[in-house]
T-cell receptor, first 115, second 113 residues
Framework: NAGVTQTPKFRVLKTGQSMTLLCAQD?????MYWYRQDPGMGLRLIHY???????AKGEVPDGYNVSRLKKQNFLLGLESAAPSQTSVYFC??????????????FGPGTRLLVL | GENVEQHPSTLSVQEGDSAVIKCTYS??????FPWYKQELGKRPQLIID?????GEKKDQRIAVTLNKTAKHFSLHITETQPEDSAVYFC????????????FGIGTKLQVIP
């Protein structure tokens, strides 16, 4: 039972390149989230999903796209990377059950450097 | 939308002393307040939480208090130890079909041996 995993752990991109970050979970949770973490700014929500086949925008969605074709996977895409997207990206999950869905479980993070 | 302010941004205490981190929130409808601990290079992990129908909650050396009228909540760590050194995030959550969580900017706690 790995919980929440993220691939890759670290990546260096050149401006304009594209990439996809993968979040995978084996806890069968409905909700999945992508955050970015920057110094002095805490955790900011990029996109989220409340179930397979559904996605929605969060606080800072510009420059990112997401897909959730399978319940256990949530993909974050950068079509044309910019230096401003240099950050640590965290995936999080939470269950559907009322009273428990507020608690989010985080993945280990992906460190992205855009040159 | 919800706004969560957290202070101080950095805090240094001597081992064995207490540490207090304070957060305020803006949306009176928020009803769930978790605290996350993030060690260097690691993921945030939930350490304690409190719901709006409770004023205080304790778990060994950590406690959280909530003042709904003033819209602020605090994390208290007693008898601090070096392993308490980390960044602590507060958050406020508006319950509903989707759990919108707004995080504070974090407090870097350093416990000096």
């Amino acid at each position: 039972n790995a919980g929440v995993t993220q691939t890759p752990k670290f990546r260096v991109l050149k401006t304009g390149q594209s990439m996809t970050l993968l979040c995978a979970q084996d806890m069968n949770h409905e909700y999945m989230y992508w955050y970015r973490q920057d110094p002095g700014m805490g955790l900011r929500l990029i996109h989220y999903s409340v179930g397979e086949g559904t996605t929605a925008k969060g606080e800072v969605p510009d420059g990112y796209n997401v897909s959730r074709l399978k319940k256990q996977n949530f993909l974050l895409g950068l079509e044309s990377a910019a230096p401003s997207q240099t950050s640590v990206y965290f995936c999080a999950i939470s269950p559907l059950i009322a009273g428990a869905r507020e608690t989010q479980y985080f993945g280990p993070g992906t460190r992205l450097l855009v040159l | 939308g919800e706004n969560v302010e957290q202070h101080p941004s950095t805090l240094s205490v001597q081992e064995g002393d207490s540490a207090v981190i304070k957060c305020t929130y803006s949306d009176s409808a928020s009803n769930y307040f978790p605290w996350y601990k993030q060690e260097l290079g690691k993921r945030p992990q939930l350490i304690i939480d409190i719901r709006s129908n409770v004023g205080e909650k304790k778990d060994q050396r950590i406690a959280v208090t909530l003042n709904k009228t003033a819209k602020h909540f605090s994390l208290h760590i007693t008898e601090t130890q070096p392993e308490d050194s980390a960044v602590y995030f507060c958050a406020a959550t508006l319950s509903g079909g989707y759990q919108k969580v707004t995080f504070g900017i974090g407090t870097k706690l350093q416990v000096i041996p």
